[in-house]
Each structure stands twice: as C-alpha cells, then as structure tokens.
C-alpha cells in the first residue's frame, strides 16, 4: 500500500523537476562577420535563476559549436610567455612585447570548434534582457593550411612556408594564458513570443593554429609553435526556448 501510494507523487515529482529543467533550455544560432572574416555558431544553453523573487539574473552552462573562416589574416605568437612579462591573471593588464611577435598567414583559415561554455543573462524588462557568455573548454579541429612565415628575424635553414593545424585542446584561462580557439558574446536580446527571441551583439573570438614544427626566431631566442587571430565581429541570432 505504501509503494502504490507513493509512486504517483514520485513520478509527479520527477515529472515535475523535468518540466523545470526543460524550461530553462534555450537554444541558439547566431551569424557573425566583417572585413573578411565569418563565423556561424550553434548552441545550447541551461540557465537557471538566482534569487527567491524575480530571478532577473540567470546562470548557466552550455555547449557551443562554432565555425570561423577568415580570408588573408594575421596569425601572431599566442603563448603568454612570449607576448607578456606578467603571466597569470595580471596578463590581461599588461602591455604587448612587440620585439616577442611573430607572423604567420595564410590564404583562408577554417576552423570548427566545440566548446562547454559559462553563460550569464540579466532580465530588464519582460521583453528585453541582456547577457554575455563565453567558451571555457572543448577541442578544434579542421583542415592543415600552408602558412607562410613574415618575420625579418626567423632563422636560416627553415622553410619559409609552413604547415599548420588548429590547436586541438582549447581552454580559457584569461587573455594571451588561454589556449586554441574560443568563443565568446556580448548580447541585448528581444523576447518576440514565449518561444522565440532575437538577438544582436559583440563576438570576440580567438582562432588558434599549431605550426607541425617549431618555428626559430632570433637565434634560437624564441622557439615556438602556436599562432592567434583576434576576431571581433557583430552578430545576429535567434533563441528557441522549449515550452
């Protein structure tokens, strides 16, 4: 008697903390691009309420899928050893040693990347609201690409075109400390019914490639095998959230 009575209010109660956990789902495509430069970005998102009232701001986690092409760009020296004297946290606040930066580029980059991600939305009105998210962790991955070498330092001896596969292992760990290629978005969003939303903003995005060989800079002075390019585009996307 007591297992026949008890399972009804089980199931309701599982059946109940599903339907909250399927209402904070969101899932999201946003289109990104500018001065030869485009990405497209597909993602889910699970965020939940902070505070006993309103709940205006949310927190959550999610998993991103990017893809970035880019046509004749700048890849420079990523390691942090390299481009700053401060390493750590402080990275962020200290200047660029240009004597460090090296250069490589190619014709068109391609890269795909899949990244669990920190996500953060603030409700200002039933309509609009506002949040940032960015990638955390996750691999790349894409197609090697000959590079050529701009340097008026790089060793004899070494082919001047090299080639190059997008870091495997990507993770966030503040400014020039992070490693491989990572997303992020700056948003204003519009509630347009229960369902669905639109959104624009800032996308800041780090593509990451790892040269086959270490490449020698100023006698031997820098040895290194990792490239960035910066990427700052507007974007647009839209929101579906499962009712």
């Known amino acids: 008697m007591v297992f026949f009575t008890a399972l009804p209010l089980s199931m309701y109660a599982q059946e109940s903390q599903t339907k909250s956990y399927r209402q904070g789902n969101y899932f999201d495509a946003s289109i990104a691009g500018t001065g030869g430069q485009f990405s497209t970005a597909l993602s889910w998102s699970h965020l939940h309420g902070i505070g006993k009232k309103k709940q205006r701001l949310q927190i959550g986690y999610g998993l991103r899928f990017t893809y970035f092409i880019a046509a004749n760009k700048y890849f420079t020296t990523a390691p942090s050893k390299f481009t700053s004297d401060v390493q750590g946290l402080g ?140 990427a700052s585009m507007g974007f647009v996307g839209v929101t579906f959230k499962p009712l």
């Open 91 to 230: 990275t962020i606040f200290s200047e660029t040693i240009e004597e460090n930066i090296d250069t490589i580029t190619t014709a068109t980059a391609l890269t795909f990347s899949l990244n669990l991600g920190l996500y953060i939305r603030y409700t200002l009105t039933p309509k609009i609201d506002v949040g940032c998210n960015i990638d955390v962790v996750g691999f790349s991955f894409g197609p090697s690409k000959s590079f050529n070498v701009l340097s008026s330092v790089y060793d004899a001896e070494q082919e001047p075109v090299q080639r190059a596969s997008p870091t495997a292992f990507n993770l966030l760990l503040t400014s020039d400390n992070d490693m491989g290629s990572l997303n992020s978005e700056f948003y204003a969003r519009y509630k347009i019914d229960s369902r669905f939303s639109v959104r624009a903003g800032y996308a800041f995005l780090f593509s990451e490639y790892e040269t086959d060989n270490s490449l020698s800079f100023d006698d031997g002075r820098i040895v290194n095998d990792r490239y960035r390019y910066k």
